[in-house]
């Protein structure tokens, strides 16, 4: 059985930082691209980066570029999202995903893209 755990969300103050960390189980984690995606209330999800199975080549969404940088451990089965400069427009659901394939492909910010998901983690950006 899969299981992908996010952790790390929480409230925090405009210009503050997080790290999310997303643990996976149940799967032969460098076999997978993964993905984190946000989900705000009324919108749809959105992708936001996204990592090879290698951790050698990265994406991320214009909306994070420059304050977002994600990672992996496969020794660990685990994805990070290091998030800089928070913004109260990075309010919103944060979740994982395992991709179909071990690269980012063109359709990397898609939700068809990815294979298993997590429950996700809440973030909230105050001013």
């Known amino acids: 059985q899969v299981q992908l755990v996010e952790s790390g969300g929480g409230s925090v103050q405009s210009g503050g930082s997080l790290r999310l960390s997303c643990t996976a189980s149940g799967l032969t984690f460098d076999n997978y691209a993964m993905g984190w995606f946000r989900q705000a209330p009324g919108k749809e999800r959105e992708g936001i980066s996204c990592i090879w199975w290698s951790g050698e080549a990265t994406e991320y969404a214009d909306s994070a570029k420059g304050r977002f940088t994600i990672s992996r451990d496969n020794a660990k089965n685990t994805l990070y999202l290091q998030m800089n400069s928070l913004k109260p427009e990075d309010t919103a659901m944060y979740y994982c995903?395992?991709?179909?394939?071990?690269?980012?492909?063109?359709?990397?910010?898609?939700?068809?893209?990815?294979?298993?998901w997590g429950q996700g983690t809440q973030i909230t950006v105050s001013s």
């Open positions: 995903a395992a991709g179909v394939t071990g690269y980012c492909t063109d359709s990397w910010s898609l939700r068809g893209g990815y294979k298993y």
